[in-house]
C-alpha cells in the first residue's frame, strides 16, 4: 500500500456533515499538511473556512429518508470518483459513511474518526464504518477495543 | 448580547420558550435567538429560524454568553473562542433528536468542568437568573490533542496504524 507516489503530494479528501462534524474536521487540519486537500461538505457557507484548499458541496441526509441517503450515497461516490483520494478521512455522519465506503473500493486508505459527541457508544454509522475504515478511532478511551476502534487522542 | 442557538434546522421550543419568558420578566432586550424551523414565535427575543454559517459566528463573536442545544460544535466554538456557555441537551424521548447523544455529552462535559448544563426548564430558568455570573471555561487551542494530529499524520503518509502493535493497517490487502 503505498498511498504516497513518488512525485506528487498525497491526495486527501476530509468528509463530513454540517455542525459539530464540520467543526471537528476542521481541529484536525495541521493532520493534513503536505496533502493536497479537498473538503467534502453539505453547506456551502462552510467553504470561508478552507482556504485554499479544494471544496465541494454534496447533499445532506440522514437514516429517516432513504431516498436522500441514496443521493447523498451516488454524489459521494462520483465526486470521489472523480478526485481519486489516496486517504479519506472522516468524522461522520452519513455522508462520510458513504466516503469511507466509496474511498475504500477506490483503493484509498480510509480513516474514520468518530464523533466526540458520542459518549456512551459510537453512533450508527460509526459502528458500521468499523469493518470498512482502516483506521477506526473513537475519542473516548473507555470506548476504545482491542479489535477497534482504537482511542488516539481527541478534538478537546 | 447573549446568543441563542438550536444548533441546526431541528427546533427547540422547550428552551427558547424558557428563554423568551425570561427576556420579557426581566426586560432584557439583548437577545438574538437561532431557532429553527419552528411554528413557535418568541415575543421578546429578535429571532432568525437559519443563520448562514458566516452570520452565525459574526453572532457568535459578538455574543457575551452563549446559550445553546448541547451540540458539539456549538460547545468547541465556546471553549476556543473562552465564551461562557450554557447548554441545555436535547431529548429524544421528547422527539428533539433522534437519540440521547445530547444528554449524555452534556453529562460528561459537565462532570469534566468544560460547560454549565441545564437538564430541564426548572434547571434552566434558574440558570438564566445566574447568567451574569457565568463565567467562561478553561480555553481549547485551535486544533485538536498533538496525539490525535501526529496519529493520523503519521497514518497519511506511511500508513503506521497508531493504536496496534507492528502498525499494520487492520484491513490492508
Known amino acids: 500500500m503505498a498511498p504516497s507516489p513518488a512525485g506528487r503530494r498525497v491526495r486527501l479528501a476530509a468528509i463530513s456533515s454540517g455542525g459539530g462534524h464540520w467543526v471537528q474536521l476542521q481541529r484536525l487540519r495541521p493532520a493534513f499538511a503536505d496533502c493536497d486537500v479537498t473538503f467534502l461538505t453539505v453547506k456551502e457557507g462552510y467553504r470561508s473556512d478552507v482556504g485554499d484548499a479544494g471544496f465541494r458541496v454534496i447533499p445532506d441526509a440522514n437514516r429517516s429518508n432513504k431516498l436522500k441517503l441514496l443521493r447523498t450515497a451516488l454524489v459521494v461516490f462520483w465526486q470521489l ?23 475504500k473500493l477506490l483503493g484509498a486508505r480510509t480513516i474514520w474518526v468518530d464523533s466526540v459527541a458520542n459518549v456512551e457508544e459510537l453512533s450508527m454509522s460509526g459502528q458500521r464504518i468499523g469493518a470498512h475504515a482502516d483506521l477506526w478511532l473513537t475519542q473516548w478511551p473507555h470506548l476504545a477495543r482491542p479489535t477497534g476502534p482504537f482511542h488516539v487522542g481527541s478534538v478537546l | 448580547m447573549i446568543f441563542v442557538t438550536v444548533g441546526t434546522d431541528l427546533p427547540f421550543d422547550r428552551m427558547v420558550k424558557v428563554i423568551d419568558e425570561w427576556a420579557g420578566a426581566t426586560g432584557r432586550k439583548d437577545v438574538f435567538a437561532q431557532i429553527g424551523e419552528t411554528e413557535f414565535r418568541p415575543r421578546h427575543l429578535a429571532f432568525s429560524k437559519f443563520l448562514e454559517p458566516p452570520d452565525f459566528v459574526r453572532n457568535f463573536s459578538q455574543a457575551s454568553t452563549i446559550v445553546a442545544h448541547a451540540g458539539m460544535g456549538t460547545i468547541l466554538s465556546a471553549l476556543r473562542y473562552e465564551k461562557p456557555i450554557l447548554v441545555m441537551p436535547r431529548r429524544a424521548s421528547l422527539g428533539e433528536q433522534r437519540n440521547e447523544h445530547q444528554l449524555a455529552t452534556a453529562k460528561r462535559l459537565s462532570e ?62
Open chain 1, 81 to 103: 470518483f472523480r478526485l481519486r483520494p489516496d486517504v479519506v478521512i472522516s468524522t461522520g455522519a452519513a455522508p462520510g459513511y458513504f466516503g469511507i465506503r466509496a474511498g
Open chain 2, 112 to 173: 469534566m468542568g468544560k460547560i454549565t448544563v441545564a437538564f430541564d426548564e426548572a434547571e434552566l430558568r434558574r440558570c438564566l437568573e445566574d447568567l451574569g455570573r457565568l463565567q467562561p471555561r478553561e480555553k481549547i487551542g485551535a486544533h485538536a490533542s498533538p496525539a490525535l494530529i501526529q496519529g493520523l499524520k503519521d497514518y497519511i503518509h506511511s500508513g503506521r496504524h497508531p493504536a496496534r502493535p507492528g502498525g499494520a493497517p487492520p484491513h490492508a490487502a
